[in-house]
């Protein structure tokens, strides 16, 4: 089994303080991880390396064999959009589309999704509605009211849905299931993991609470050796 993720000698600081620090750190291609930890311990800002949206002062990130540290910034966008599936703590709609228009966007963006759909013999359209009924919202009427009318937990459905269409080599889970009841927050999970099950997806989430499934979990203390950890992220 390749890696999926490897980080060496990172070292990520704002302003005087040292935020990360990761000695190493591995995730192989297909392993399902779990992160835990207390807000500020750096959770979060690890998921934005890994996605290309913030780089390092130095160290060494590589992501499904790119080393997204020297990419540049035009080269992570296309990276991220075609392999990279990243659920935000809030659903961070686009506002002026309706959920099924937002759930297509990554399709629209990225053409290595859209040769995923061709590849798997299925439309956008129709994964889009397979995704929603998945996480409980299987009403098609939904899908095409204003964004603004849903709750805020069917609005992160929309998220999830929105990062998951076109089978991403790597998803990301940034405390998606803040907004979620207990019993949706079991559907996302149960939902990811058997996402990341059929399709080899590699699957990193971060969670103050373990949920049971994953391969491994690990607490952010045991990743980042800083000892000073940053509060602002």
Known sequence: MSQAVIIENLELSKGKQNCLSIPMLTVEKGEHLQITGLNGSGKTTLLQLLAGLLIPDS???EVLGQRV????RSERETFRAGEVGYIFQQPTLIPYLNPLENILLPCRLSERRQQRLVAQKTTANYEAYQLMAALKMENPELLRQSTGLL????QQRVAIARALIGTPSLILADEAATALDPLARKTMYDMLLQSAQEHEQTLICVDHTPYPGFDRCLDMSEINHS????RLW
Request: aromatic share 0%; glycine share 14%.
């Open 227 to 230: 000892q000073q950890v940053a």
């Open 69 to 72: 540290d020297k990419l540049s």
């Open 151 to 154: 709750s805020i937990g069917q």
């Open 59 to 61: 160290g060494r990130i």
